[in-house]
T-cell receptor
Framework: GENVEQHPSTLSVQEGDSAVIKCTYS??????FPWYKQELGKRPQLIID?????GEKKDQRIAVTLNKTAKHFSLHITETQPEDSAVYFC???????????FGKGTSLLVTP | GAGVSQTPSNKVTEKGKYVELRCDPI?????LYWYRQSLGQGPEFLIY????????DSGLPNDRFFAVRPEGSVSTLKIQRTERGDSAVYLC????????????FGEGSRLTVL
């Protein structure tokens, strides 16, 4: 499938700071962009998603932005807390279908 | 059960052996997906079922991999003549229906091929 590039691979922030994770995709047919959080040894869980007809979506401390022209989308976490520490994966739908291409993940560490 | 259930949680096998991994999705979820996740990587799509039929199997790496969902609920991923490169965590996910939306993942089946 088409690639989803994710940066950075690791991110360390102090509690209370903001964290930003960026992804780019290559499939112009992609129309659905979810973000999953995976804690160590646990299953991935959806934290937020955005569809291609929307440029930004916010849910409490988490926001996602989408630039369809540039084919990139970003996750913003404000007022980070130690429990935000986990691996975050971005994903893009494959050929506007239901399967997803995932990025390689960003390991976020929030230090008290 | 309340969530997606996968068995076995761990499977160690020898190269060349046959392996079956089972997934029991959330009751009422018509869509079921198989992904595999290698260490330090994101989940990699394998196959998607809508009901009993495989709607998209483009992610299966080769003909050693096969999956079924005969009654539209439980699914089995079958791997023949396993190779060391098949070692990974195999994740199953289900969702309410067709179309994009939240995937509910199981805990995964960790396969180790010696």
């Amino acid at each position: 499938g088409e690639n989803v590039e994710q940066h950075p691979s690791t991110l360390s922030v102090q509690e209370g700071d903001s964290a930003v994770i960026k992804c780019t995709y290559s499939d112009s047919a992609s129309n659905y962009f979810p973000w999953y959080k995976q804690e160590l040894g646990k299953r991935p869980q959806l934290i937020i998603d955005i569809r291609s007809n929307v440029g930004e979506k916010k849910d409490q401390r988490i926001a996602v932005t989408l630039n369809k022209t540039a084919k990139h989308f970003s996750l913003h976490i404000t007022e980070t807390q130690p429990e935000d520490s986990a691996v975050y994966f971005c994903a893009a739908s494959i050929n506007s279908g239901y399967a997803l291409n995932f990025g390689k993940g960003t390991s976020l560490l929030v230090t008290p | 059960g309340a969530g997606v259930s996968q068995t076995p949680s761990n499977k160690v096998t020898e190269k060349g052996k046959y392996v079956e991994l089972r997934c029991d999705p959330i009751s009422g979820h018509t869509a079921l997906y198989w992904y595999r996740q290698s260490l330090g990587q994101g989940p990699e799509f394998l196959i998607y079922f809508q009901g009993t039929g495989a709607a998209d199997d483009s992610g299966l790496p080769n003909d050693r991999f096969f999956a079924v969902r005969p009654e539209g609920s439980v699914s089995t991923l079958k791997i023949q003549r396993t190779e060391r490169g098949d070692s990974a965590v195999y994740l199953c996910a289900s969702s309410v229906g067709g179309g994009t939306g939240e995937l509910f993942f199981g805990e995964g089946s960790r396969l180790t091929v010696l």
